[in-house]
Structures are given as C-alpha cells and as structure tokens.
C-alpha cells in the first residue's frame, strides 16, 4: 500500500467513524416509573383513552393496558395511634401512593404497599405509618 492509499483510507475511517450516528427516539410512555400522592388528582388525557370502571371489583377504576395496569382504591384505615383515616391511592403492582384525611380534615400524603388481599401499609413524609383496607 502506498502513502498515498493509506493516507486515503484513514481519512475515509475517520470521516465514517466521526459521523454523527442518528439517534433512535425515546419511546414516550404515560406510565409513571413510581405513582406519587398527586397521582390520585388527575386523570391524564392519556390514562382517559383506557379508563375502566367496574362495579364488581374493589377498585374504583383503572387505567392502563393488560399487564401494565393502574388502579384506584377508596380506603380507610387507623394510623399509629389509633384515629380513623380514609383517603384515595393509586397503586400499579404491588406499590402505590396517594392522599388521606385524617379526623381534623388535614391532608397527608402517604405511600403504601399490599400486605394482604384487601390490605395496605402505608408512610406518609413524617415516617408515620398506616394500616388501610380498600373499601
């Protein structure tokens, strides 16, 4: 090979390798990594398209698609000492987030987990906890 092939040939290497390489789009999606407590206030344009009631479950609606789906709970439940507590959650699996109302009318958000058929644990910002039954 020459110099003048060689010279040739990396500059063509280096020209296709410094070539900007097309980037493929994000796939864009309305599902939430982890659901928040402000979840339960909206219903996105989105999560409308697949909106789901039923009156034979315990679930006030869902959204989503089969295997990826996001339901509603009405709960009550006590906290740490004792109090009644209802509120509303979102839960997709088996964690979820969302807002109860304590006996003064205070709203507090809270992120809950199942622990049994019907059952959840919650947390709310201050470490406090909560035992819910969906309704």
Not at 53 to 79: A, F, I, K, P, W
Request: glycine share 8%; proline share 3%.
């Amino acid at each position: 090979m020459t110099k003048h092939t060689l010279l040739i040939f990396i500059l063509l290497s280096c020209i296709l390798s410094c070539q900007k390489q097309p980037t493929q789009p994000k796939v864009q999606s309305f599902y939430q990594e982890k659901i928040t407590p402000d979840d339960v206030k909206t219903l996105t344009p989105e999560e409308a398209k697949t909106y789901h009631r039923d009156t034979v479950y315990q679930y006030e609606y869902r959204t989503g698609t089969s295997g990826n789906y996001e339901y509603q709970y009405q709960v009550h439940g006590l906290n740490e000492t004792k109090d009644s507590i209802t509120g509303l959650i979102n839960i997709k699996g088996k964690y979820g987030a969302g807002i109860l109302i304590d006996k003064n009318q205070d709203t507090l958000a809270v992120e809950v987990e199942w622990i049994d058929y019907g059952v959840l644990k919650g947390k709310d910002q201050r470490g406090r906890y909560y035992e819910l039954r969906v309704h």
